[in-house]
T-cell receptor, first 113, second 115 residues
Framework: AQSVTQLDSQVPVFEEAPVELRCNYS??????LFWYVQYPNQGLQLLLK??????LVKGINGFEAEFNKSQTSFHLRKPSVHISDTAEYFC???????????FGTGTRLTVIP | DAGVIQSPRHEVTEMGQEVTLRCKPI?????LFWYRQTMMRGLELLIY????????DSGMPEDRFSAKMPNASFSTLKIQPSEPRDSAVYFC?????????????FGPGTRLTVL
């Protein structure tokens, strides 16, 4: 089975500072990896995904993530955050070609003016 | 495309009443998922369907919960009887499942309050 660990439940960061949200996964088979964002009172929205190929994946809103197979990690980064990035971020994993995703517990990013 | 559509967006009911949540997936998608989100337990997968067939319902809390997908464009999640601890936001998501194509698209959610 697959599982995801998001090490930080809350991350406060000042506006225009860089941020990294950590995600580690566990799986004995090949996986797909995803980051979703949830703004207040909304559903989850896909930020980016890793399926295969280049380990550096770029997503919407200036976010990127790097797949590191040896460290079983898929950390999310942004070089300069905005107030509008304040939201909950979820990392998710699935077995390649499988139906369901396994979500982490989420990291609440708060951008401080 | 309108995305995943859920109704109602908000539901307030009294303990013991039946509650039905509705979902219309994105056209062409072959998998549908029901999630529940609470502060205490986070995001939980309740059940998912593939080609209208329930594949895994191990996340359904108890017999009070039931889900159906009579066709590719409609699904319901029913709670009968409802209890205050069922208060949560319920999300429906859909995806086209295949090699390289299984990201899920979420609806806006139904906020359920059971008094």
């Amino acid at each position: 089975a697959q599982s995801v660990t998001q090490l930080d439940s809350q991350v406060p960061v000042f506006e225009e500072a860089p941020v990294e949200l950590r995600c580690n996964y566990s799986s004995s088979v090949s996986v797909y990896l995803f980051w979703y964002v949830q703004y207040p009172n909304q559903g989850l929205q896909l930020l980016l995904k890793y399926l295969s190929g280049s380990t550096l994946v770029k997503g919407i809103n200036g976010f990127e993530a790097e797949f590191n197979k040896s460290q079983t990690s898929f950390h999310l980064r942004k070089p300069s955050v905005h107030i509008s990035d304040t939201a909950e971020y979820f990392c998710a994993v699935s077995r390649t070609g499988a139906n369901n995703l396994f979500f982490g517990t989420g990291t609440r990013l708060t951008v401080i003016p | 495309d309108a995305g995943v559509i859920q109704s109602p967006r908000h539901e307030v009911t009294e303990m013991g009443q039946e509650v039905t949540l509705r979902c219309k997936p994105i056209s062409g998608h072959n998998s549908l998922f029901w999630y529940r989100q609470t502060m205490m337990r986070g995001l939980e997968l309740l059940i998912y369907f593939n080609n209208n067939v329930p594949i895994d319902d191990s996340g359904m809390p108890e017999d009070r919960f039931s889900a159906k997908m009579p066709n590719a464009s409609f699904s319901t999640l029913k709670i009968q009887p409802s209890e205050p601890r069922d208060s949560a936001v319920y999300f429906c998501a859909s995806s086209f499942t295949g090699i390289g194509h299984n990201e899920q698209f979420f609806g806006p959610g139904t906020r359920l309050t059971v008094l």
